[in-house]
């Protein structure tokens, strides 16, 4: 009976916390306390994600807080969407200090652990700390899927490294991680930005050649890059 209902709450506290109702969610898991049904580790994982992703990163470690109070060991979840929540308001170092945390640990880092602290870095232009976790996620043998190429790939075209952005594109296919259109997207942006045009029209052939639709975005980026260019005519063609 104690198991169903402890079902019962998190299924409850989960659609209450992806419907943005969470204080409602918080009153059920004071609820369940009071009635000494034990919330799980799904059930803290379930508010300190919802927490973040409103940017109420109080909250969010509020409920970490009283979750190592009640004995209720941390998982791979929870952490990821303290450090995503910590990233989203740019505090990319405490979001290091915990996956340095997790490292000592002994949680097993995974692919979106990585994810998050690769865009972090990104986002604030750390682009070299960046690269030193995609290398080491290299040597640990835990490859990077699409998410982490592409929050790689803006930071480089950003700070513009796009020779080494091209090079990544390439590393995809060979590991069998094919780009999708905000791959493409990021580096049209960025060779069109630098005026190299004639490049931008190349890579738009390619992402043809690999089946990937082009959206209404790549061809605003390829249609201002030729005008700015001065290239007119073409701009048309493409429009």
């Known amino acids: 009976m104690g198991t169903l209902l402890k079902g019962t709450y998190n299924t409850l506290i ?12 918080i009153g059920l898991l004071q609820k369940m306390i009071l009635e000494n049904i034990n919330p799980t580790v799904y059930t803290f994982s379930t508010l ?38 910590h990233c ?9 200090s915990i996956f340095n945390t997790m490292t000592q640990i002994g949680v097993a880092l995974d692919v979106h652990s990585y994810s998050i602290m690769i865009n972090g870095f990104c986002t604030i232009k750390m682009v070299d700390e960046a690269m030193n976790l995609f290398q080491e996620m ?27 952005a091209l090079k990544l594109i390439g590393e995809m296919h060979d590991r069998g991680q094919p780009p999708d259109i905000f791959t493409y997207n990021s580096l ?20 043809k050649d690999h089946n990937i639709q082009s959206s209404v975005c790549t061809y605003n980026i ?4 030729l005008c700015k260019s001065g290239r ?6 493409f429009f």
């Open 14 to 25: 989960c659609c209450l916390c992806i419907t943005g109702h969470l204080k409602d969610a």
């Open 88 to 96: 989203l308001v740019s505090e990319v170092n405490k979001a290091k």
């Open 48 to 85: 300190v994600d919802a927490f973040w992703k409103e940017g109420k990163m109080k909250e969010a470690k509020n409920a970490f807080v009283v979750m190592m109070k009640k004995d209720v060991k941390p998982n791979i979840v929870t952490y990821n969407s303290l450090m995503d929540g």
């Open 222 to 225: 390829l249609i201002n890059g």
């Open 138 to 164: 290299h040597c640990k043998q835990i490859f990077p899927d699409v998410v982490t190429y592409n929050s790689l790939i803006d930071g480089l075209r950003k700070s513009g490294r796009i020779s080494y």
């Open 188 to 207: 049209l942006d960025a060779l069109c930005k630098n005026y190299h045009v004639d490049k931008a029209i190349e890579l738009l052939t390619k992402l």
């Open 232 to 237: 007119l005519k073409d701009a048309q063609i």
